[in-house]
């Protein structure tokens, strides 16, 4: 079963969840333990940490083979893309387009 890493585990991703555990293994990022503790009951294995520390994003390199990115574009999509090809084990992300 192929790996989800989901960035932004908000309103939007926590809908899709029952749809997404059903397809993937899903990992995805979150600042504080109680919102661990939501996504763990969803079937997610949550992972603390936040995006604008480097350290946190390094950790999440190669742990997933897809991601789905529903965080808020960064000040630079530059910066977001990084942020994805590091999420990603061995695809690097081309483009970032906001909607």
Known sequence: MRT????????VARRALPELTRRWRVLALCRSNA???ALRRQGVTPILGDLD?????RRLAGLADDLLLTAPPRKSAART??????C????????????
């Open 53 to 57: 520390a480097p350290r946190a994003l």
């Open 88 to 99: 990603l084990r061995w695809q690097k992300v081309a483009g970032y387009h906001s909607v």
């Open 4 to 11: 989800l890493m989901i960035i932004g585990a908000g309103d």
């Open 81 to 86: 893309c990084a942020c994805a090809s590091c």
């Open 35 to 37: 919102s661990a503790e």
